[in-house]
Each structure stands twice: as structure tokens, then as C-alpha cells.
């Protein structure tokens, strides 16, 4: 799995580093900022505890663009309107298929989980069935603490 890290310093992004890693340097201000893998990455490449501060609670995001998805769906309702009239009933392949492509493109992009105490961006990893999508309510309890 790779990690993406932000500078508790200077907020800088660092590149996707791949994991176990040694600590990593900040490019912007030279922070040194520690990386401890935990036991479950190493052996299970499952997240339980963050890399880079040690919190547990994550959120799970697609890093894939909804763009695509929408657009799929917009030209297959047009493709649908003007082939109900040649057609008619026929016409609603286009909607089907074009919820097959939609879906196709859905589940083959790439989960991100997130760190919500550091914002800590993880790819590659298992899905943990205890991530869930981002939630308003525990990001407010982090930002609290931060
Ligand atoms: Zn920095
Ligand atoms: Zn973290």
C-alpha cells in the first residue's frame, strides 16, 4: 500500500510513499515526520492504526471522477430520448447498458482511506469493513481535538 502524508508543520502534501517506509523528510521545511507501519499493514495490508499518528478512525473515499460517471448517464438519457422515438421500448438498452458501463467504472476505481485526525491518504490497501464513508459528525470530534 502507498501513503500520502501532510506536513503537521507546513500542511505540504509529500508524494505517495510506498509502506513500510523509514520516516519521512518534509521537502518544503525538513519536518521530520515518523512513520510507524503497524502489525496488521505489515502482515494483513489492512489499516487499523495510522501510519503517522497513530489514530484509528478513518473514512473511506473513491479517488475515481464522478465526471465520467455522470457523463455516461447524461448521454445515455439523450441516446434514450431521441431512440424512443425510432425504437420505442428498445430504447431502454441504452439506459441499461449505460448503468452497466457506470457501475463498471464505479467498482474498478482505486479506494482512498483517510486519516480524519491528519488527513493521512492511504491507497492500495484492504478494504476494513470498519471504514466508513466520510462522516461530518467524527470529523468535527478530530477537528476539536486538533
Ligand atoms: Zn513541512
Ligand atoms: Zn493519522
Known sequence: MKLKLYCPKCYAGSPY????????????CSTIIPINVSESIISKNIIDICCSCNCGTF?????????IGC???VSAIVAYIWLSTIVGQWALFALLSAAVVDFTIY?????????????SE????????????FDNNTA????EKL
Open 107 to 119: 467498482s474498478l476505481t482505486t479506494i482512498r482511506t483517510v486519516c480524519y485526525r491528519c488527513l
Open 59 to 67: 473514512y473511506t473515499e473513491r479517488a475515481s471522477n464522478r465526471k
Open 122 to 133: 492511504y491507497i492500495g490497501a484492504k478494504t476494513n469493513p470498519e471504514h466508513k464513508p
Open 17 to 28: 510513499i510506498q509502506i513500510p517506509a523509514m520516516d519521512y523528510k518534509c521537502k518544503k
Open 71 to 73: 457523463l455516461v448517464i
Open 140 to 143: 468535527a470530534r478530530y477537528a
